[in-house]
């Protein structure tokens, strides 16, 4: 069943309302929940380039981790850099209820990601007695292009990484709408499924995905410090993803659509006064 897009930014907005009254620790578990869940998705783009096949498979298959984690109702910090400010922008939630929800599901996600890196680490290198094979190669390659790639260029990277960041929640905080535009799970899970190939195809800078990638990369050899991580890549790509999900998505949708279901309401209103005269 298709459901409008006037309710859907409805349903949004109801879902939003439920994430900021959540309790700490929930937010905590869903949003590790989500962390290792994406882990997954993005070892298994790893393997399907250890295998030699194109990059775009890797970004058709990526969508399994994001459909499982919606479907289940756990939480991701960049679908909730959307949903959070359309509940603002409605007088449902305030800033603190937003930035709290905000700050625990990142932890979440970045607890979540780490955890399934060491996990992912010891599976594909026996316990560390190799080296992880063309797994661990492509894993390393994928953290280093996503750091060193960067500051090997200064200001310029930074501001490509904060760009892609920003042009990649555009997308997933699309995913995240459009999981609310059918009642049944198969057209949830097309729906969704479009938007977040669409980010992976292009390379584009997802700040969960990176917890994961980056930290991988560097438990496996590559010559990547914290600092790398943290400032080439985690916090433009996080600024990038907040910016694009509260605008160009969470704030747009809402005042779009919002003001269409105005509009509707209005013109029932004015339907049912006629009536009665």
């Not at 680490?121 to 060193?148: C, F, P, V």
């Not at 790639?149 to 555009?170: D, E, H, Q, R």
């Not at 977040?196 to 917890?211: K, L």
């Not at 949708?253 to 005269?277: C, G, H, M, N």
């Given at each position: 069943m298709y459901v409008k897009p006037s309710e859907v930014i409805e349903e949004c907005l109801q879902a939003a309302k439920k994430k900021a009254s959540l309790p700490i620790i929930?937010?905590?578990?869903?949003?590790?929940?989500?962390g290792a869940f994406l882990g997954f998705a993005t070892s298994l783009v790893m393997v399907i380039l250890a295998q030699g096949l194109p990059p775009f498979v890797g970004a058709v298959a990526f969508p399994v981790g994001f459909v499982m984690l919606v479907l289940m109702g756990f939480e991701l910090a960049t679908g909730n850099f959307a949903l959070m400010p359309q509940a603002l922008a409605a007088g449902h939630v305030g800033k603190g209820q937003m930035l709290r929800n905000w700050v625990w599901v990142y932890l979440g996600n970045l607890l979540g990601s780490l955890f399934y890196a060491g996990l992912f680490y010891i599976a594909i290198t026996n316990s560390g007695t190799n080296d992880g094979g063309a797994i661990a190669e492509q894993t390393r390659l994928a953290a280093q292009k996503k750091t060193l790639a960067?500051?090997?260029?200064g200001a310029l990277g930074w501001n490509?990484?904060?760009?892609?960041g920003m042009l990649c929640n555009w997308m997933v905080t699309m995913g995240t709408v459009m999981a609310f535009v059918s009642r049944s799970?198969?057209?949830?899970?097309?729906?969704?499924?479009?938007?977040?190939?669409?980010?992976?195809?292009?390379?584009?800078?997802?700040?969960?995905?990176?917890?994961?990638?980056?930290?991988?990369?560097?438990l496996l050899g590559?010559?990547?410090s914290l600092t790398?991580?943290?400032?080439?890549?985690?916090?433009?790509?996080?600024i990038g993803n907040i910016i694009s999900?509260?605008?160009?998505?969470g704030l747009a949708l809402f005042f779009v659509l919002r003001a269409k279901k105005s509009e509707a309401e209005q013109l029932e209103s004015l339907s049912q006064e006629i009536t009665t005269v």
């Amino acid at each position: 069943m298709y459901v409008k897009p006037s309710e859907v930014i409805e349903e949004c907005l109801q879902a939003a309302k439920k994430k900021a009254s959540l309790p700490i620790i929930e937010m905590l578990v869903k949003g590790a929940l989500s962390g290792a869940f994406l882990g997954f998705a993005t070892s298994l783009v790893m393997v399907i380039l250890a295998q030699g096949l194109p990059p775009f498979v890797g970004a058709v298959a990526f969508p399994v981790g994001f459909v499982m984690l919606v479907l289940m109702g756990f939480e991701l910090a960049t679908g909730n850099f959307a949903l959070m400010p359309q509940a603002l922008a409605a007088g449902h939630v305030g800033k603190g209820q937003m930035l709290r929800n905000w700050v625990w599901v990142y932890l979440g996600n970045l607890l979540g990601s780490l955890f399934y890196a060491g996990l992912f680490y010891i599976a594909i290198t026996n316990s560390g007695t190799n080296d992880g094979g063309a797994i661990a190669e492509q894993t390393r390659l994928a953290a280093q292009k996503k750091t060193l790639a960067y500051s090997a260029v200064g200001a310029l990277g930074w501001n490509t990484a904060f760009v892609k960041g920003m042009l990649c929640n555009w997308m997933v905080t699309m995913g995240t709408v459009m999981a609310f535009v059918s009642r049944s799970t198969g057209g949830k899970v097309i729906a969704m499924w479009i938007p977040i190939t669409i980010f992976f195809a292009h390379g584009y800078e997802h700040c969960v995905v990176n917890m994961f990638l980056i930290p991988s990369g560097m438990l496996l050899g590559a010559p990547i410090s914290l600092t790398d991580w943290l400032f080439w890549n985690q916090l433009p790509v996080t600024i990038g993803n907040i910016i694009s999900g509260a605008i160009f998505t969470g704030l747009a949708l809402f005042f779009v659509l919002r003001a269409k279901k105005s509009e509707a309401e209005q013109l029932e209103s004015l339907s049912q006064e006629i009536t009665t005269v």
